[in-house]
């Protein structure tokens, strides 16, 4: 079964502390997404990887940053978090083998910011 | 560029009743149309996909979609609805290029009630 699974369920950090969000998927997947998911605005990409150590912005990457050193692992960094940055955030993967496929989620991570 | 509209943010609805869902896009080129679902504390699920042939599909839990490419529409249908329905679906699409990114509605809230 397709597994991707990040480090925390739930977290609570202070304005300007430094936040890394992990993220890990089993299944030899190229692609890897985060996005951040709003009441109302539905998801929105920050950040995309295609492949090891190579990254792309989205829609919305402003005070974030990424890394991605292993194929299976993709991390999200918030260099110092603020208040508008308390969201739910969710890592996606995909291969982009024989055409388009969907995408496969972790569980999620709600981010606290105080 | 790309864009999709969920047509209503909250679907009430009675047990057994049937549901429609309604998403709509916009795009010049061919797309590639998801459908996910999203229950409460979890990440997300893939209901059904568009990709090419029948413009009618069926997924998983009874729901189907139908792609109709001249009111550029994804509307996602199911007959009967049950409590365990009660999610958030989103309509996403994929222009096919660009590393299987998607573009994401704002999501439904579907609630049924006893």
């Known amino acids: 079964d397709v597994k991707v699974t990040q480090s925390s369920r739930y977290l609570v950090k202070r304005t300007g502390e430094k936040v890394f969000l992990e993220c890990v998927q089993d299944?030899?997947?190229?692609?890897m997404f985060w996005y951040r998911q709003d009441p109302g605005l539905g998801l929105r990409l920050i950040y995309f990887?295609?492949?090891?150590?190579?990254?792309e912005k989205g829609d919305i990457p402003e005070g974030y940053s990424v890394s991605r050193e292993k194929k299976e692992r993709f991390s999200l960094i918030l260099e110092s978090a603020s208040t508008n940055q308390t969201s739910m955030y969710l890592c996606?993967?995909?291969?982009?083998?024989?055409?388009?496929?969907?995408?496969?989620f972790g569980p999620g991570t709600r981010l606290t910011v105080t | 560029a790309q864009s999709v509209t969920q047509l209503d943010s909250q679907v009430p609805v009675f047990e057994e009743a049937p549901v429609e869902l309604r998403c709509n896009y916009s795009s010049s080129v061919s797309v590639y149309l998801f459908w996910y679902v999203q229950y409460p504390n979890q990440g997300l699920q893939l209901l059904l996909k568009y990709l090419s042939g029948s413009t009618l599909v069926k997924g998983i839990n009874g729901f189907e979609a139908e792609f109709n490419k001249s009111q550029t529409s994804f509307h996602l249908r199911k007959p009967s609805v049950h409590i365990s329905d009660t999610a958030e679906y989103f309509c996403a699409v994929s222009e096919g290029l660009g590393g299987g990114k998607l573009i994401f509605g704002q999501g439904t809230e579907l609630s049924v009630k006893p």
């Open positions: 990887s295609y492949d090891v150590k190579m990254k």
């Open positions: 996606a993967s995909t291969t982009i083998g024989q055409g388009v496929r969907e995408q496969y």
């Open positions: 299944m030899d997947h190229e692609n």
